[in-house]
């Protein structure tokens, strides 16, 4: 391949900064410099190392957990990824979440791995706890039925644990043909160039990971509806009352001034995942678009609403897509 142009090198080596770097020489392992010392995955040094896996070698991989000054003692995130090491029916799964995460707003970009599988990456506006981060990937995740062995972060601290578990980073100059690179939608692979460029683009708002971490939070309550349906006891009676939480009530108590849509979206869907009746969860979505005035003053407005309560009611119901594209 050509020369690798300096902005295509610090916008990838921005996508995937995190804590130290990992080469993948007989083995990864954490890449230390001449003086001994680990290398950060940050700053010059650290740009040179992606220039050098994208136009030479070594290959490196990202170690994600670092601190920021500014909150000491909570471990942060710039990505997160999901590992699926099957192979290549594995490409149901990563097509399932991708498809969840864009409902929430959430771009996720599939990658060949080396050999078999794939991994499944979303990049960050702004570093996140590793907490949240995880904990959302994992509800998304556990929301269409894909594996979480191996979701990353897969450490929310590092109290004696060194410097955790890395991921190997996609485009690797030595790379086999078709593997390590990321799909579009029609599953044909992206240039470097065209990757690092969209990825950068589309990078998740900490809001949009906040509506998916709703998935983690507020699952509980269908699995308890399930289980009292199996018994012949019958679900917990539907709710009406204002006392929402979660999700539903960051948006409610929230100066939405983008992505309306998307959060009246996830405004119902919660509602429904903490047991709030359909009339209930229409007529409190109703109320948030008078807030924020996505349908209001429009002669369908009714119908709208309609359709949106009803779009979310199904996908809380029946939350695997179809297999395939």
């Known amino acids: 391949m050509g020369a690798v142009t300096?902005?295509?090198v610090e916008t990838f080596a921005a996508l995937h900064a995190g804590g130290r770097i990992a080469v993948n020489y007989g083995g990864i392992r954490p890449y230390v410099g001449v003086n001994g010392e680990p290398l950060d995955a940050e700053g010059e040094p650290y740009e040179d190392t992606i220039r050098d896996h994208l136009d030479d070698e070594p290959p490196i991989g990202v170690y994600p957990l670092f601190l920021m000054d500014d909150r000491p003692g909570v471990w942060h995130v710039n990505w997160c990824a999901v590992d699926l090491d099957e192979g290549e029916g594995d490409i149901v799964h990563a097509r399932n979440l991708r498809?969840?995460?864009h409902k929430f707003g959430v771009t996720a970009f599939i990658e060949r791995s080396r050999s078999k599988g794939f991994h499944i990456w979303v990049y960050l506006q702004k570093p996140i706890p590793a907490t949240l981060a995880r904990e959302s990937v994992i509800g998304a995740c556990e929301m269409v039925d894909v594996p979480t062995v191996e979701v990353y972060p897969k450490q929310t601290t590092l109290e004696g644990q060194g410097y955790g578990n890395c991921l190997l980073l996609?485009?690797?100059?030595?790379?086999?043909?078709?593997?390590q690179e990321v799909l579009d939608?029609?599953?044909?692979?992206?240039?470097?160039?065209?990757?690092?460029?969209?990825?950068w683009a589309t990078r998740a708002a900490t809001y949009s990971i906040q509506t998916v971490h709703s998935l983690y939070r507020e699952r509980h309550v269908r699995k308890v509806n399930e289980f009292l349906n199996e018994t012949g006891v019958g679900g917990i009676k539907g709710r009406d009352d204002k006392n929402f939480k979660f999700i539903a009530r960051q948006i409610w108590d929230g100066d939405v001034q983008?992505?309306?849509?998307?959060?009246?979206?996830?405004?119902?869907?919660?509602?429904?995942r903490q047991n709030y009746r359909d009339d209930s969860v229409f007529r409190w979505s109703a109320a948030l678009d008078e807030k924020i005035g996505k349908f209001v003053g429009r002669n369908d407005r009714e119908k709208r609403l309609q359709e949106l309560v009803a779009h979310a009611k199904f996908d809380v119901e029946h939350p695997r897509p179809q297999e395939g594209h």
């Open 99 to 101: 498809t969840l995460l």
């Open 170 to 179: 996609p485009y690797p100059n030595m790379r086999n043909p078709g593997r």
């Open 258 to 272: 983008e992505d309306r849509s998307n959060a009246l979206y996830a405004f119902a869907c919660s509602l429904f």
């Open 6 to 8: 300096d902005n295509t």
């Open 185 to 199: 939608t029609d599953d044909n692979p992206l240039s470097l160039e065209k990757f690092t460029e969209t990825a």
